[in-house]
């Protein structure tokens, strides 16, 4: 399975960003799909998860309202629309596909993610 991360980039601060992530392999539809971040000198945090199925959501409090996970399982590919862009967005985002087939329960932790894709780096200026 390669995970491969896309879309990122420089933005002013309330501007908008679309990250794509393409799955290889047959089996995409099968697992919850998240989306982390890494800030310099900050661990990799959870910002966004989907369901296999995309029946369900789950987002960070601090991006709540403002971004949206969603995904499209006919083309293997993982979406995250970033609005309202603030300058403590600027990371590296990783797209991730959960270890375990349709997990009941979306997971936060980065520890139940066994594929990650290499990174896309979003800065937000001020």
């Known amino acids: 399975v390669q995970l491969q991360a896309s879309g990122g980039g420089l933005v002013q601060a309330g501007g908008s960003l679309r990250l794509s992530c393409a799955a290889s392999?047959?089996?995409?539809?099968?697992?919850?799909m998240g989306w982390f971040r890494q800030a310099p000198g900050k661990e990799r945090e959870f910002v966004a998860g989907?369901?296999?199925?995309?029946?369900?959501?789950y987002y960070a409090d601090s991006v709540k309202g403002r971004f949206t996970i969603s995904r499209d399982n006919a083309k293997n590919t993982l979406y995250l629309q970033m609005s309202s862009l603030k300058p403590g967005d600027t990371a590296v985002y990783y797209c991730?596909?959960?270890?375990?087939?349709?997990?009941?329960?979306?997971?936060?932790?980065?520890?139940?993610?066994?594929?990650w894709g290499q990174g896309t780096l979003v800065t937000v200026s001020s």
């Open positions: 991730a596909r959960d270890s375990a087939t349709a997990r009941l329960q979306i997971a936060l932790w980065a520890g139940s993610y066994d594929y």
């Open positions: 392999g047959r089996t995409f539809s099968r697992y919850n």
């Open positions: 989907i369901s296999w199925s995309a029946g369900s959501t």
